[in-house]
């Protein structure tokens, strides 16, 4: 079945630098990588998704890029917020099966002021 | 605009208890999936629904069951309770086809589990 990767476990930046978040895939069907944002204990919040028909996707401070021959993509924040700390998980699905995701360990992000 | 509806918000059992938690897709949303959580891991995949019929199945043990019943909500029945199930449970839905055929998954926000 799938496995998700990613790194860093956690990531600490200046408040307006950029943070990059890695993933790496391992089954070449999975089609779709959806980004999702968690603060403590609460619910997981799409922030970005990308198909995988697409290399790069962009909304605002936010971005996307995918590389299914190296079967890796990241998501790349930029000018960071305070407001941006909280743990980042990405994930992959299959178009063809039931579309479960199947998420990576997660990436704690502290933004500091 | 309506959201995913998890009950109950948090639940506290004794070992060996059952629990039953219950989820109310969104609207016209006709899947259904049950995430396991625990402290500082990611969302597990349990058991899915679509069309109230189980659609996949995944790290879910034999103690649990589900259902989707037929208007389109869940029930994840757990029996037999340990130590290791108190997790935050949870439910996401999605609607095949929607959004360019990318399936988005919305999740409620979660009922805590604890096992004493």
């Known amino acids: 079945g799938e496995n998700v990767e990613q790194h860093p476990s956690t990531l600490s930046v200046q408040e307006g630098d950029s943070a990059v978040i890695k993933c790496t895939y391992s089954?070449?069907?999975?089609?779709?990588f959806p980004w999702y944002k968690q603060e403590l204990g609460k619910r997981p919040q799409l922030i970005i998704d990308?198909?995988?028909?697409?290399g790069e996707k962009k909304d605002q401070r936010i971005a996307v890029t995918l590389n299914k021959t190296a079967k890796h993509f990241s998501l790349h924040i930029t000018e960071t917020q305070p407001e941006d700390s909280a743990v980042y998980f990405c994930?992959?699905?299959?178009?063809?099966?039931?579309?479960?995701?199947?998420f990576g360990s997660g990436t704690r992000l502290l933004v500091r002021p | 605009a309506a959201g995913v509806i998890q009950s109950p918000r948090h639940l506290i059992k004794e070992k060996r208890e059952t629990a039953t938690l219950k989820c109310y897709p969104i609207?016209?949303?006709?899947?259904v999936y049950w995430y396991q959580q625990g402290p500082g891991q990611d969302p597990q995949f349990l058991i899915s629904?679509?069309?109230?019929?189980?659609?996949d199945k995944g790290s879910i043990p034999d103690r649990f069951s589900a259902q989707q019943f037929s208007d389109y909500h869940s029930e994840l029945n757990m029996s037999s309770l340990e130590l290791g199930d108190s997790a935050l449970y949870f439910c996401?839905?999605?609607?095949?086809?929607?959004?360019?055929?990318?399936?988005?998954?919305?999740f409620g926000a979660g009922t805590r589990l604890s096992v004493l």
């Open positions: 990308i198909r995988s028909n697409v």
């Open positions: 609207p016209r949303h006709d899947t």
């Open positions: 629904f679509y069309e109230k019929m189980q659609s």
């Open positions: 994930a992959a699905s299959e178009r063809d099966s039931s579309y479960k995701l199947i």
């Open positions: 996401a839905s999605s609607r095949r086809g929607d959004s360019g055929g990318r399936n988005i998954q919305y």
């Open positions: 089954d070449s069907a999975s089609n779709y």
